[in-house]
């Protein structure tokens, strides 16, 4: 079995207290450089790729450059998902560091930051994935999009992409993604929700988890993606068990079979909106 991308989560603490992030019950704490050399050595039979991913803001972690460099030497291929709010504070480790995407989750920014700071962030982000894009690719991502409505952060962050990557912007939000240059991206999607804030209880889908990845929680938690964000579908914990048999668990096996028949085993995946298809 190997997967396309196995997400660690280096931290589920965070700068941001976004009204739609996941409401978690999890003690906050960043993974130390020698259980992350653990996890990652555990995984490396199954995947190439790493998303530091889940919860929290990865750029807050106090020992990133030892993280950073410990994936590297495992031959790892390295993604990181941020709010884009202390890359002027990494830059210069970002920039020497072999980072193969950046995604930036620019919609974080409207409910932390004033009005009068948008600007500046959008400057400081832009100028660093123009800097970084040569060796590295850039997903800046609005998923905060409600019907047709544009909010005035929106509009703020489409007139500023025009400027600044002198794209016309006009039709961004009626294509997923938009090539604003070479390796970089705008990305809009719908206000995002975690499962469990709509009651769906669909039960014939199937989903990418188990079969294309697995995440891994700080504590070293092993899930079937990085939506479960609590922990609820656990299927063991990689400082107690080989990874190995957790991803041929009972329940692991469960949810896999359960969606390759297109069937849901699990009562969060009936509550969730991310799904392959019916």
Known sequence: MRFKKVYVEITNRCNFNCSYC?????????????????????????????????????????QLDLLLSEAFRQGFLVNLTTNGSLIHLRRELLLRSAIRQFNVSLHDAEENLPESRWLSYLEQVSLFAKDKSEDSYFSLRLWNRVDDDISPFNRTCLSFMSDFWGVDMSDAFSVRNKKLSDHVFFQNAARFTWPGEKILQVRRRTCYAMRDHVAILVDGTVVPCCLDANGGMSLGNVFEQPFSEIIVSERARNILDGFRRHEVVEPLCADCGFFVGE
């Not at 409401?23 to 450089?33: M, N």
């Open 22 to 62: 996941c409401s978690s019950v999890r003690e906050k704490r960043f993974v130390s450089p020698e259980d992350f050399s653990a996890i990652l050595f555990s995984v490396k039979p199954y995947t190439d790729y790493i998303y530091l991913h889940v919860l929290g803001e990865p750029l807050l972690h106090p």
